[in-house]
T-cell receptor
Framework: NAGVTQTPKFQVLKTGQSMTLQCAQD?????MSWYRQDPGMGLRLIHYSVGAGITDQGEVPNGYNVSRSTTEDFPLRLLSAAPSQTSVYFC???????????FGAGTRLSVL | AQSVTQPDIHITVSEGASLELRCNYS??????LFWYVQSPGQGLQLLLKYFSGDTLVQGIKGFEAEFKRSQSSFNLRKPSVHWSDAAEYFCAVNDMRFGAGTRLTVKP
């Protein structure tokens, strides 16, 4: 029972580099989301998806892209990394919007 | 504007003492309400949830929370804290919005 799996766990980027954070869930959940966690700010929603082929912006979407080609996978792409994107990123899945969310272990990203 | 507020950034309690973590929300209607816990270096785990019905909700690890509509609050409580409860606690609502979190330190 893997639940929500995020890779990598740690990543260091240089300013301007691009990369993709991977997220996969094996619970057949329709809803998936990406958050960033910064000290004193809790979790802020970046993007979310209510099903394959459907994505929408959250509170802090700038600088990030997502796609949802399958129910299982929801990758987050940083197009041109900036130091302001240094953060811990969490992926979550849920059986429906507004329901309990199940979180991955997180990806700690540093942008130099 | 819709919001979730956790007024206490950091709380320290002695092991065996009681605990109450505060959560206030501002919404037009009663939202679904959640408490999550995050141990250091880990993801978030659900403690308990309120959808409707009984306003006193029981969760895992001996935690409970009480929904008070008149105060727009959903405070988390535990009668006797254990050292393993040291963690960060987040209140959340059903539109995916989270509070800023309360870090709990437990003194021996």
């Amino acid at each position: 029972n893997a639940g929500v799996t995020q890779t990598p766990k740690f990543q260091v980027l240089k300013t301007g580099q691009s990369m993709t954070l991977q997220c996969a869930q094996d619970m057949n959940h329709e809803y998936m989301s990406w958050y960033r966690q910064d000290p004193g700010m809790g979790l802020r929603l970046i993007h979310y998806s209510v099903g394959a082929g459907i994505t929408d912006q959250g509170e802090v979407p700038n600088g990030y892209n997502v796609s949802r080609s399958t129910t299982e996978d929801f990758p987050l792409r940083l197009l041109s990394a900036a130091p302001s994107q240094t953060s811990v990123y969490f992926c979550a899945s849920s059986p429906s919007l507004g329901n309990i969310q199940y979180f991955g272990a997180g990806t700690r990203l540093s942008v130099l | 504007a819709q919001s979730v507020t956790q007024p206490d950034i950091h709380i320290t309690v002695s092991e065996g003492a009681s605990l109450e973590l505060r959560c206030n929300y501002s919404y037009g209607a009663t939202p679904y309400l959640f408490w999550y816990v995050q141990s250091p270096g880990q993801g978030l785990q659900l403690l308990l949830k309120y959808f409707s019905g009984d306003t006193l909700v029981q969760g895992i690890k001996g935690f409970e929370a009480e929904f008070k509509r008149s105060q727009s609050s959903f405070n988390l409580r535990k009668p006797s804290v254990h050292w393993s409860d040291a963690a960060e606690y987040f209140c959340a609502v059903n539109d995916m919005r989270f509070g800023a979190g309360t870090r709990l330190t437990v003194k021996p």
